[in-house]
């Protein structure tokens, strides 16, 4: 038995993407080479970010595609989401993303995961945790150039690190920061943050840690400026094809998301009368709504009713009155012969009409990423 609210995850759209990125990154470091423009002249290599159940998409199935399509390297947010990879068969290097200060450190160990150090107390344990297993560990070291969130800061480096590269049972094998307004294009944190941690690599070699390489781009990252691609670039939101505002790609992405559902009322509301929760929508003509069985426990935000639209024949349904947990109600006055049964697309393809995580996210004013991520568990993923 499955609901009629699924989600239908195209794995052909995601290694589709993925090498469209990969392709992307081929031919403009082609053209610094050959240009002589700035820029790497190496296409980096990509790890493929498939944190939070891969953007809401099912991480195993996700990273098995990814890894099958040539992935060379995956990143989660934390052990656990790297445990459950690795018991799924996953086999390709897995970089954690996330603190380790609270963390059970063992599943690093016996699920050989790549742990990120992002300060002396991390160091502390893994190399305790290593040199009790007679291991040598390989890690890579974030620097925090200015989110503030994670890392050794910036600049102190020169007394912080010493001890952590001193560890007989730790290898760094990479060095990344992480941009916090990427996406911002006029703000200047971005350059500032790339300089940082250029100067961070510096101060690496003046400590004499070893050959690494070094990382920092996400999606936004990687569209807005090819110096920050160095060795890998670590994209999530394009690889599920979305493109994060305001930004453009000319990358031929496809969203690999679809989510549908199926009227299962049509009915008739009279002038004056309202719809649903806190009577929230009036009809102020005779109004035909069709009630469709998704809401918010499917992951559809409250903040929808009145403000989105799905697809219903073809054409745009405005969403009316409120969404509430396992329904809700959209204005097909206007489209003729709707009926129960009929298909309804909440994101995806009808006709010649879409709606995608950036539209909808629009609406309401929010991101991609929490749309995608919001996928309530209920929701049927199959995959094609
Ligand atoms: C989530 C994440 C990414 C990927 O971000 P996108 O914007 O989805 O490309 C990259 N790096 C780090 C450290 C992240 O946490």
Redesign the pocket.
């Known amino acids: 038995m499955v609901r009629c609210t699924t989600a239908r995850v195209d794995l052909g759209a995601l290694e589709s993407n993925f090498k469209a990125i990969d392709a992307y990154l081929a031919n403009e470091s082609g053209l610094n080479r050959s240009a002589g423009r700035g820029g790497p002249a190496i296409a980096p290599g990509t790890?493929a970010?498939v944190?939070a159940n891969a953007?809401g998409h099912g991480a195993r199935r996700v990273a098995a595609a990814l890894e099958t399509a040539g992935a060379t390297m995956l990143?989660v947010?934390d052990i656990e989401e790297g445990v459950d990879l690795r018991t799924s068969g996953i086999r390709v290097p897995i970089l954690v993303?996330g603190a380790l200060s609270v963390s059970d450190l063992d599943g690093v160990f016996d699920f050989d995961l790549t742990p990120t150090i992002s300060s002396p107390a991390a160091g502390h344990a893994l190399q305790s945790g290593a040199a009790k297993r007679g291991a040598t560990l390989r890690y890579h070291l974030k620097i925090d150039t200015g989110m503030n969130r994670l890392g050794f800061r910036h600049d102190n480096l020169h007394r912080t690190l010493p001890e952590l590269l001193d560890s007989a049972n730790l290898a760094l094998e990479a060095v990344?920061t992480?941009f916090g307004t990427?996406?911002e294009p006029g703000h200047t944190l971005f350059e500032m943050q790339r300089t940082r941690f250029e100067t961070a690599c510096r101060t690496l070699d003046e400590l004499g840690a070893g050959p690494r390489v070094r990382h920092a781009?996400?999606?936004?990252a990687?569209l807005r400026d090819s110096r920050v691609w160095f060795d890998f670039v670590?994209?999530?939101?394009?690889?599920y094809g979305l493109v994060?505002a305001p930004l453009g790609s000319t990358m031929p992405l496809k969203p690999v998301m679809s989510l549908t559902s199926r009227i299962v009322a049509v009915k008739g509301v009279r002038v004056g009368e309202t719809v649903g929760y806190g009577g929230r929508f009036t009809a102020d003509r005779p109004v035909t709504l069709a009630v469709i069985p998704a809401g918010y426990a499917d992951g559809l935000d409250r903040r929808l009713g009145d403000h989105g639209f799905v697809l219903v024949r073809g054409r745009r349904a405005k969403i009316v009155g409120a969404v509430s947990m396992d329904m809700l109600t959209a204005d097909v006055t206007d489209i003729e012969g709707v009926g129960t049964g009929d298909e309804v697309v909440l994101l995806g393809m009808q006709g010649d009409k879409a709606i995608d995580a950036r539209e909808m996210a629009d609406w309401i004013g929010t991101i991609p990423?929490e749309i995608l991520c919001r996928l309530g568990s209920r929701v049927e993923r199959y995959y094609v």
């Open positions: 790890i970010v944190k953007y990143a947010a993303f990344h992480h990427a996406d781009a996400n999606s936004a990687l670590r994209p999530g939101l394009l690889l994060p990423y």
